[in-house]
C-alpha cells in the first residue's frame, strides 16, 4: 500500500511535472510568437518609414529638378527675349541708318540736279545774251550800212544841197 501510494505520488508528481513543462513550453512558445510578431511588426514599421523616407526623398528631388528645369527655361526665355531685343534695335539702327544715307542720297542728287540746273541755265541765259549781242551787233552793223548808203546817196545830192548832208553827217 505505501508502495502503491509512492508510485501514486511519483506518476502524480511526474504528471504534474510533465504538465508544468509542457505549460513552460506553451509559454515559451507563446512568448517566442509574440516577440517574433513584435519584431514583424517592428521591421514593417520601420520599412513603412524608410519607404515613407524614400517617397519623401523622391518627391523633393522631382521638385527641386522641376524648379530647376522650370529656372532653366526661364533663363532662356529671358535670354531669347534679350536676344530678339536686341535684333530688333539692330535692325531698327540699320534701317535708320540706311535711311540717313538714302536721305543723303536724294539730298546730293537734288542738290547736283539743282546745279546742272542752274549751270544750263545760266548757259541758255549767256547763249541768250550773245545771241541778243550779236543780233545788236548785226542790226548796228545793217543800220550803219543803211546809213553809210543813205549818207553816200545824200553825199551825192549834197553836192547840190550841202545844208541836208550837213544835217545828216551831224546824226551819224
Same mark, same amino acid.
Given at each position: 500500500? +505505501? &508502495?502503491?501510494?509512492?508510485?501514486?505520488? /511519483?506518476?502524480?508528481?511526474?504528471? #504534474?511535472? +510533465?504538465?508544468?513543462?509542457?505549460? #513552460?513550453?506553451?509559454?515559451?512558445?507563446?512568448?517566442?510568437?509574440?516577440?517574433? $510578431?513584435?519584431? +514583424?511588426?517592428?521591421?514593417?514599421?520601420?520599412?513603412?518609414?524608410?519607404?515613407?523616407?524614400?517617397?519623401?526623398?523622391?518627391?523633393?528631388?522631382?521638385? @527641386?529638378?522641376?524648379? #530647376?528645369?522650370? !529656372? *532653366?527655361?526661364?533663363? %532662356?526665355? %529671358?535670354? !531669347?527675349?534679350?536676344? +530678339?531685343?536686341?535684333?530688333?534695335?539692330?535692325?531698327?539702327? %540699320?534701317?535708320?541708318? $540706311?535711311? @540717313?544715307?538714302?536721305?543723303?542720297? @536724294?539730298?546730293?542728287? /537734288?542738290?547736283? &540736279?539743282?546745279?546742272?540746273?542752274?549751270?544750263?541755265?545760266?548757259? !541758255?541765259?549767256?547763249? #541768250?545774251?550773245?545771241? !541778243?549781242?550779236?543780233?545788236?551787233?548785226?542790226?548796228?552793223?545793217?543800220?550803219?550800212?543803211? *546809213?553809210?548808203?543813205?549818207?553816200?546817196?545824200f553825199e551825192v545830192r549834197g553836192r547840190r544841197k550841202s545844208?541836208?548832208? =550837213?544835217?545828216?553827217? =551831224?546824226?551819224?
Amino acid at each position: 500500500e +505505501a &508502495e502503491e501510494k509512492a508510485r501514486l505520488e /511519483a506518476e502524480e508528481k511526474a504528471r #504534474l511535472e +510533465a504538465e508544468e513543462a509542457e505549460r #513552460l513550453r506553451l509559454e515559451e512558445e507563446e512568448k517566442a510568437r509574440l516577440e517574433a $510578431e513584435e519584431k +514583424a511588426r517592428l521591421e514593417a514599421k520601420e520599412a513603412e518609414r524608410l519607404r515613407l523616407e524614400e517617397e519623401e526623398k523622391a518627391r523633393l528631388e522631382a521638385e @527641386e529638378k522641376a524648379r #530647376l528645369e522650370a !529656372e *532653366e527655361a526661364e533663363r %532662356l526665355r %529671358l535670354e !531669347e527675349e534679350e536676344k +530678339a531685343r536686341l535684333e530688333a534695335e539692330e535692325k531698327a539702327r %540699320l534701317e535708320a541708318k $540706311e535711311a @540717313e544715307r538714302l536721305r543723303l542720297e @536724294e539730298e546730293e542728287k /537734288a542738290r547736283l &540736279e539743282a546745279e546742272e540746273k542752274a549751270r544750263l541755265e545760266a548757259e !541758255e541765259a549767256e547763249r #541768250l545774251r550773245l545771241e !541778243e549781242e550779236e543780233k545788236a551787233r548785226l542790226e548796228a552793223e545793217e543800220k550803219a550800212r543803211l *546809213e553809210a548808203e543813205e549818207a553816200r546817196t545824200f553825199e551825192v545830192r549834197g553836192r547840190r544841197k550841202s545844208p541836208v548832208r =550837213s544835217r545828216r553827217k =551831224s546824226k551819224t
